[in-house]
């Protein structure tokens, strides 16, 4: 079992191409494509989506703490 934990990450990064649930790099993969072959979100669900988190690195311009 051990050696499948060991050999499984090189084989992968050997074959140049990601797996379809790992995004490495900036732009997905060394060629930048920004290509995911991943459907779980189509042209039938995205109506649907909704914003799950938001992390604030300043305060918004308009609210009372800004100005202080």
Not at 2 to 24: C, E, M, N, Y
Not at 32 to 41: D, G, Q, V
């Amino acid at each position: 079992m051990l050696a499948v934990g060991v050999l499984l990450p090189a084989l992968l990064a050997q074959s140049g191409k990601p797996p379809a649930t790992d995004w490495p790099t900036y732009n997905r993969d060394l060629a930048a494509t920004r290509y995911s072959p991943l459907t779980e979100i189509n042209s039938g669900n995205v109506q649907r989506l909704s914003q799950a988190w938001a992390y604030h690195l300043r305060p918004d311009a308009n609210s009372p703490a800004a100005g202080t």
